[in-house]
């Protein structure tokens, strides 16, 4: 085994957990969740939508409404403070302490914990070998980067070897540059630890290259629990479908099983008859083809080049204007009749919301 | 040459101002050490006033020392963990135990001692003890130390500090020695000067609580100004100096470091 690893880390079982503030907000609807050994979940939503909560509440640093219980490979840690839940926690602040080194930063939980300064010495290089920062041993906190310091977080973090470690959107206070390097790094990293980890962002594509499952939560309450490709190709309604990724949302009749839209009758590969349907058809499902090749046409808008690909913006297809990932190589101008392809398993129905 | 002129006539005022407030002082300490403040100093420098100073108001002079110190060791056990407690706690309670603790200062001190001497009139021994001056210093200083404590965990993020030691297995002791002491350390010293140098010159309320027994070193000011020789009053007045002025130095050389970080 790794020797960084945390034992695998422990399941984690949250029990009708919500949280009423003390003026009354409802932060987080009753919600119940299981989270397996090892696994690594992504809480994930816009800002307000009870995620932190959450995550605060397993950490042990908000409680539960009365009734909500949370436990740690099936022991009821509710009342336990977060101090002995052996958890390890970074901040989108980082919390580091401007008082210590970042040596003293990384061992103040071994220190904590009374281990002996020369075994602590040593754990503490194991980290700043693992987190990549070597020769920054000394440095005071104010003279880190902010790379730099969001390392050293994750390292002081891990260095208890926690049951689970948890990040409150650790990556967001650094430019975007940055963040997707140590995106990566970081997913190696749990990767290699093999830990429970439980990660809190609103960006999608962090959930989705960390998720091992992700959770998209929505005004306090779970809207969709899945692994990244059943969130992306099948949302549960359309806010899941709209908040991961770019989705077209198309509002029709459906006869027969065919989108009945201004631009042609599109097929989904159903019967149903519904008079009025909410489908998602994502981007880059659509091809764009000679006009009378495909049962749907419409006209080019407008085209941004983007360099991998290019966003065609379609009108006359459906009632609104329609976005499509072409590939860079298509020629096509403002103005131009094309043809759209759709796959009939690629049109997603959505329920009615009103 | 105008400008030069500009420059000579202001430079002039200024020094006017300064001669205006300091020839006072200057003279004062020099009547404390002159053997006939009246003859000048043509009647010979001395230190006899000042060591008479000494015979007479040794004894206040060390109790304002005990009275600043215990006023400090309160003010720092009840003050810091109090700051803590109001910025972690926060909500409307916190703001109206926050304006509580803030009230003396705008209290005469007069009002705050008759209001002493009206409750604990009763327990003599405490009322003739110094602790009964102790217990009037305390609650005059208080806002001090806790308001320079609590500006300083309004600019470091303490509540999350805090969050961030207790996720490591600190217990809330651990926390509050480890983290919160040191990183409130700036606003500590600052509201320590303050405290201890409003102790030594408190007058207002001291001089309601005193006894002939429990007299600080203003009240002895006030003592030796009515009832001793000018060169006496002089001495002590110099010896008040000595004492106060480095403390008031350590404050402001504290307040410039604050600035330039």
């Known amino acids: 085994m790794n020797p960084a690893a945390g034992q695998g880390g422990a399941a984690v079982r949250i029990e009708s957990c919500g949280k009423t503030f003390a003026d009354g907000t409802r932060a987080l609807e009753p919600a119940t969740l299981d989270i397996a050994r090892g696994e690594t979940l992504v809480l994930l939503g816009p800002s307000g939508c009870g995620k932190t909560t959450m995550l605060r509440i397993i950490a042990g640093l908000e409680l539960p409404d009365t009734g ?42 071994l220190k904590i914990r009374g281990m002996a300064s020369e075994e602590r010495a040593a754990r503490v290089a194991e980290l700043v070998r693992l987190t990549n920062i070597p020769g920054l041993e000394n440095r005071r906190i104010d003279q880190l980067s902010g790379g730099q310091r969001q390392r050293v977080a994750l390292a002081r973090a891990v260095a208890i070897r926690p049951g689970i470690l948890l990040l409150d959107e650790p990556l967001t206070a650094l430019d975007a540059a940055l963040r997707d390097r140590l995106r990566g790094e970081l997913n190696r990293l749990l990767r290699a630890l093999g830990i429970t980890t439980i990660y809190v962002t609103h960006d999608q594509s962090e959930a989705m290259e960390l998720g091992d499952r992700i959770v998209v939560m929505q005004k306090g309450a779970i809207a969709q629990i899945g692994n990244p490709r059943e969130i992306y190709f099948t ?22 099983g065919d989108l009945v839209l201004p631009g042609g009758r599109q097929p989904t590969g159903g019967v149903a008859n519904l008079p009025e349907a909410v489908v998602m058809i994502r981007p880059e499902t659509i091809a764009i083809v000679e006009p009378g090749r495909a049962p749907l046409s419409g006209t ?22 329609l976005t499509v990932d072409a590939p860079n190589n298509i020629q096509a101008r403002a103005g131009d009749r094309i043809g759209l392809l759709i796959a009939p398993d690629a049109i997603r129905l959505l329920p009615r919301e009103d | 040459m105008r400008d030069r002129l500009i420059f000579i ?29 009246f003859r000048g100093i043509a009647s010979g420098l001395t230190l006899h006033w000042v060591f008479q100073v000494f015979d007479l108001y040794a004894g206040t002079i060390v109790l304002s020392f005990v009275i600043a110190s215990a006023t400090l060791v309160v003010t720092l056990l009840a003050g810091v963990p109090a700051a803590y407690a109001l910025h972690v706690r926060g909500g409307r309670l ?7 603790i803030t009230l003396p200062l705008a209290i005469p001190g007069l009002a705050i001692a008759l209001a002493l001497l009206l409750t604990y009139q009763g327990f003599a021994g405490f ?38 030691a207790a ?21 500590i010293l600052a509201g320590s000067l303050m405290v201890v140098t409003l102790s030594l010159g408190e007058f207002n309320l001291t001089w309601m609580l005193h006894t002939p027994l ?26 008040f100096f000595v004492m106060i002025i480095p403390l008031l130095v350590a404050m402001q050389m504290f307040a410039g470091a604050e600035r330039a970080r």
């Open chain 1, 68 to 109: 909500g219980r949370v436990l740690f490979d099936g022991r009821d840690m509710t009342a336990v403070p977060i101090e002995r839940r052996n958890v390890g926690m970074v901040f989108q602040s980082y919390a580091l302490f401007p008082n210590m080194s970042v040596a003293d930063n990384i061992g103040y939980g």
């Open chain 1, 235 to 256: 949302p549960k309604n359309r806010f899941v479908a709209e908040f991961i990724g770019a989705a077209n949302i198309i509002e029709a009749p459906l006869e027969n």
């Open chain 1, 300 to 321: 080019v808008d407008s085209i941004s080049f983007i360099g991998d690909r290019q966003r065609v913006i379609v009108s006359g297809a459906s009632g609104k204007s």
């Open chain 2, 9 to 37: 006539g202001q430079l002039i005022f200024t020094l006017l101002v300064a001669a205006f407030l300091v020839v006072p002082a200057l003279l004062s300490i020099s009547a404390g050490i002159t053997v006939n403040y």
């Open chain 2, 94 to 100: 916190s703001r109206i135990v926050e304006e509580i």
């Open chain 2, 127 to 164: 009322r003739r003890s110094w602790l009964f001056i102790l217990t009037g210093h305390v609650v005059f200083t208080m806002p001090f130390m806790v308001r320079s404590v609590m500006a300083v965990f309004a600019t470091v993020d303490i509540r999350t500090l805090d969050e961030g």
């Open chain 2, 167 to 187: 996720s490591l297995g600190a217990s809330p002791w651990r926390r509050f020695l480890d983290v919160i002491v040191p990183n409130a350390r700036p606003g």
């Open chain 2, 214 to 239: 429990t007299k600080t070193l203003p009240i002895g000011l006030a003592d030796s100004y009515a009832s001793m020789r000018l060169e006496v009053a002089s001495a002590y007045t110099l010896i």
